[in-house]
């Protein structure tokens, strides 16, 4: 396995170890359980400052300021005041740990938030001493914070529905059975005294397998399978880092940007040509005297080169553009909660993201009924109500003959019946009431007192489709009010209940792709077999027909979801035939499956083609439009889901992630190394293919072909990954970053997302949806998938141009002072002697030039409205041209001529004194700063202006404190005047002839849309 991050939980689970939880009895528990509590936090109390410190030190800027502001402790090696290095040092160090301790309090109060929820647990006191029990009690809609078994249910049967979203994504409900023995005990307390005890396995990431036993002392041993309407009592199995949730989730770490690591490159470049120019001075000097330590001098004189202030505006500029994302009203309730890869938004190749809650609503709506020869939607229901109401109408008096109806439109009625019945009773569905008195919870009709009003009825099922296709009955007429494990009830729209027995039922299977019921009519005895699946798993089970492929396939172009329902009457010979068969091959011992399989399979032949459905499942708003626009940009998308492999296609259709027309192959279930060899060599041969894998198939690829497949699949203009664990999608993430060095930006809203939004180097969550786990661990949350495309086509854009703008031109600011030191030590013999000392060198970086700089971070090349019009500008982002090596190569060539002009024209121009030449070439070097500030910004803002103006106010009104450096009386003489401004027009007029001629005839794109 490639990712370093699942290796490591796989040595986690190395060292857990199975355990035995006795019931009643925790005196007998010799296990611990771990701490159940969430953990989002990077640091603690003790490790905050020398992790912080740790964090910033390891980047080769400021442990190159580190030991430059050292060094001046050493007295032939210092060159200026202490201030001057250690206090821009230490305020760089004070604003990075009072941002990350911002972050860190945020991201404690989240995590306190969530750890203080409470939970019930049951406790037993005999004879006046208080044990503690691992009973839990769990009510309606409660999340479960821990591995449990349950023991006891509301329901007599022991049935519960739970929800596993924050495991594998399923927002749907399934139905579990409690532990059948102590469900069938008497009295609650008995749970204290029943001399019983579960052995469990030690905890595994597998998210869908448990193994374990439930054993009764003196009686036998009930096996067990790791699982809410009503009251649940369960016994606490794992809690903790033993979950199968926090197994699957990698812990939190610190994210660094593509552009802070090109400029930590670019800042070895500086450090190199440093050392190189103060190997070239010391050469010049003819290496005479100590000249080792002139060598040090030099570099510490040419400290300035790398300027400390690059960090500091770069953390400012993040924060302010996390400012600006939480402000922007078009994206309400976006919140910034990493505040240190905000530009990240603006490189992004690769987005991966869930499906559920995330691209789709989970809301199923029932949208086509077809019969073969007519089609039905949702402007034609009332057409089906009334021949529901028909079809169910009370006998009425008799009355004078009437004409006949057509025998056409009879028999249209009778199909439409039985079609909405067949819909109606071949289900998984339970419905559940609302109880008035005590807002309780029952799902049967008997405890609800036959209460049977719409107004307080709910449904609960394993598919959000069966559930749309329930309530669509219902509104035609025939709803389901009444389902317990061995029977059901439907109420007519004249009122009437009919009463079905359920003999045999056979589940939904990923393999066998349809779901099965037998039923027995209470009136007539009529015993009916019903069955719904998919197109391609009951093409071969119906009657011939030559309509079903192609009505199939115009629902899937709608993006809509496909059942194919149909059904066969059984005699009572026929029904106890099967039944002793299927009985027999259940208590098989060797291949208990095939046998059961082939033995229903008997049942499947010659059924009768009832109708094609078709739901929808509801996208988030405008998830097509943002969708196309990502596209645009130039990015790929991947969709990496728990769901069923024909829900993520049919969405993929749906939600135009796999364009019309484009191909998708399906890669079919392989399961060792010759099927991945052939199945891959199919693949290859197709070409604009959108990709549809399974996770099982996707981890024997990648166990024997993982450099192949990585290559094939990004080649896709689509891929979708289908029952995919947390763990693979963390994983897949780690495989995109390692073979295609590219940034990724995985999106999701459950728990099960949490692992791939941690190893994305950008983490967006959804949140609402499914929990908060995820929008703990994320870097940005947003309300709905919409606001990505503004985030990342705006907000992602300006922040990257804007932070590299900012970090070249603060390179620049220190470039250019360092080059007019050394034409400074060149000319006056290579004397290792600052030019400018004390206040002057900290007010460059600072009170003169710092505000002009910084709003920077204010500038746009285009209006954001054009930026969404023409997503196309954002693949050039991509290519990192707006910081490269070409780039800085261009400022410092920049640097070294305004700083030769700068320093040599002042030298030129050597009044009498040398404080001259320091008055000179100092107010010449701010004015070029605030110049090229002007020269550089696209779009004036007007706390642009006013930072320009200040920092010349704040220059010209400091002249009078300055006596120490400048001669007061000479900077007032009209001389002083036109040799600063002749030089500072030297320095600056090529520049902007050129930049002009070059916006003429090679105008940048951004500037085409602007015109």
């Keep these: 396995i490639c990712c370093d991050c699942l290796a490591r939980m796989c040595r986690r689970t190395k060292e857990l170890k199975a355990r035995t939880v006795w019931l009643g009895h925790p005196e007998k528990c010799e296990e611990k359980y771990p701490k159940n509590a969430i953990k989002n936090q990077k640091y603690n109390f003790f490790t905050f400052v020398p992790g912080v410190l740790y964090q910033q030190f390891k980047f080769f800027l400021n442990l190159y300021f580190l030991v430059v502001a050292c060094s001046q402790f050493v007295p032939s090696l210092k060159i200026g005041y202490l201030y001057t290095y250690w206090a821009p040092l230490g305020f760089v160090m004070a604003v990075t740990m009072v941002r990350e301790a911002v972050d860190e309090v945020r991201r404690y109060q989240r995590d306190k938030e969530m750890n203080s929820q409470l939970y019930s ?141 090109e400029l930590n490159r670019l800042t070895k470049a500086l450090f190199l040509a440093q050392v190189v120019l103060s190997i070239v001075m010391v050469a010049l000097q003819g290496f005479v005297g100590p000249w080792f330590r002139n060598l040090f001098r030099f570099i510490v004189l040419f400290s300035y080169i790398i300027p400390i202030s690059l ?79 028909q079809s169910y109408a009370q006998p009425q008096p008799a009355q004078a003959p009437k004409a006949a109806a057509p025998k056409v439109r009879r028999s249209v009625s009778s199909r439409i019946h039985e079609a909405v019945k067949a819909i109606a009773l071949c289900h998984n569905v339970t419905p559940v009431y609302e109880s008035r008195a005590n807002g309780e919870t029952e799902s049967t009709a008997a405890e609800a007192d036959q209460d049977f009003s719409d107004d307080n009825r709910t449904y609960q099922a394993s598919s959000p489709d069966e559930v749309a296709l329930v309530r669509w009955t219902e509104s035609v007429g025939l709803t389901l009010v009444n389902r317990d494990l061995t029977s059901l009830q439907l109420k007519t729209p004249a009122g009437q209940v009919l009463t079905y027995y359920i003999l045999q039922i056979f589940p939904f299977t990923s393999e066998s792709k349809r779901m099965g019921i037998i039923i027995r009519e209470e009136t007539t005895g009529d015993i009916t077999f019903y069955m719904k699946g ?86 988030q708003a405008d998830v097509r439009p943002t969708l196309e626009l990502l596209r645009n940009a130039g990015i790929k998308i991947w969709m990496l889901t728990g769901d069923k492999l024909e829900t993520a ?36 041969r197709k070409h604009d293919c959108a990709l ?21 699949a990004c080649q896709c203009p689509a891929v979708v990954c289908c029952r995919c664990s947390p763990t693979q999608k963390a994983q897949i993430v780690h495989l995109l970053k390692q073979h295609t060095a590219n940034r990724t930006c995985a999106i999701g809203d459950g728990g099960n997302d949490v692992s791939m939004i941690q190893a994305a180097d950008c983490g967006i969550v959804g949140y609402g949806g499914e929990g908060k786990q995820a929008s703990l661990a994320a870097d940005f949350s947003i309300t709905q998938f919409k606001h990505i495309g503004r985030l990342l086509m705006v907000h992602g854009r300006n922040s990257y141009k804007r932070s590299a703008a900012l970090g070249q031109f603060v390179m620049h600011r220190g470039m250019i002072i360092s080059t007019m030191q050394a034409v400074f030590s060149s000319i006056f013999y290579f004397a290792s002697v600052p030019l400018y000392q004390g206040f002057l060198m900290v007010g460059y970086s600072t009170i003169y030039t710092m505000f002009p700089v910084f709003s920077l971070v204010l500038d746009q090349d285009v209006k954001p409205e054009m930026a969404l019009l023409y997503p196309e500008l954002y693949k050039d982002l991509t290519k990192g041209r707006s910081l490269s090596f070409k780039t800085f190569l261009i400022w410092v060539l920049i640097s070294i001529y305004q700083g030769g002009i700068l320093m040599y024209g002042a030298l030129v121009m050597f009044e009498s004194e040398f404080v001259h030449v320091v008055a000179i070439s100092f107010t010449a070097l701010i004015l070029t700063e605030l110049l090229m500030v002007a020269l550089n910004i696209r779009t004036w803002h007007w706390l642009m202006v006013l930072a320009e103006f200040l920092s010349l106010g704040c220059y010209i009104a400091s002249l009078a404190f300055l006596n120490e450096y400048f001669d007061l009386g000479f900077i007032t003489t009209p001389a002083f005047l036109w040799k600063v401004s002749v030089i500072t027009v030297v320095s600056c007029l090529p520049l902007y002839i050129i930049k002009y001629l070059k916006r003429k005839f090679s105008p940048p794109s951004y500037s085409k849309l602007s015109s």
């Design 311 to 389: 960090r500091v505006n770069l953390d400012m500029g993040k924060s302010a553009y996390g400012w600006m994302i939480m402000k922007d009203e078009n994206i309400p309730g976006t919140v910034v909660r990493t505040s240190t890869i905000p530009e990240e938004l603006g490189r992004l190749v690769y987005l991966l993201t869930d499906k559920t809650g995330t691209l789709t609503q989970n809301e199923m709506i029932f949208k086509r009924l077809h019969l073969g020869t007519v089609s039905y939607g949702t402007d034609t229901m009332d057409e089906i109500q009334s021949h529901i109401g």
């Design 649 to 684: 296609t049919c969405i993929a259709k749906s939600s135009h992630l796999v364009s019309r027309s484009q191909d998708i192959h399906v890669f079919r279930s392989v399961s060792n190394r010759g099927e991945a060899h052939l199945e891959l060599n199919a693949f290859r």
């Design 534 to 619: 998919a197109d391609v798993a009951m093409a071969s089970i119906v009657q011939y027909n030559d309509w079903l492929e192609e009505e199939c396939g115009n629902m899937a172009r709608e993006g809509l979801r496909t059942l194919v329902v149909a059904k066969k009457s059984l005699s009572e010979e026929q029904y106890t035939d099967f039944e002793n068969r299927y009985n027999q091959a259940k208590l098989s011992i060797h291949d208990r499956a095939l046998k059961v399989s082939a033995v229903v399979e008997s049942l499947e032949r010659e059924m009768e083609l009832l109708c094609l459905t078709g739901v929808e499942d509801q996208l």
């Design 692 to 712: 549809v894998i399974s996770g099982d198939s996707l981890e024997v690829c990648l166990r024997y072909y993982e450099h192949e497949f990585v290559e094939l």
């Design 121 to 261: 647990k049951l406790t037993f006191s005999p004879h006046l001493f208080l044990f503690l029990s691992h009973y839990n009690v769990l009510l309606q809609n409660q999340r479960i914070p821990a591995d449990m078994i349950f023991l006891r249910t509301s329901e007599k049967t022991g049935s519960c529905f739970i929800r596993t979203d924050q495991l594998d994504g399923e927002t749907d409900w399934k139905l579990k059975v409690a532990v059948v023995c102590t469900q069938r005990l008497p009295a609650l307390g008995d749970l204290f005294s029943i001399n019983a005890y579960v052995y469990a396995q030690k905890p595994q990431l597998d998210i869908h397998s448990f193994e374990g036993n439930f054993t009764r002392l003196m009686s036998s041993i009930a096996f067990l399978s790791l699982c809410l309407t009503g009251t649940v009592i369960g016994v606490v199995i794992y809690t903790g880092k033993e979950t199968r949730s926090v197994l699957n989730t990698s812990s939190p770490k610190n994210k660094v940007g593509l552009l802070d690591l």
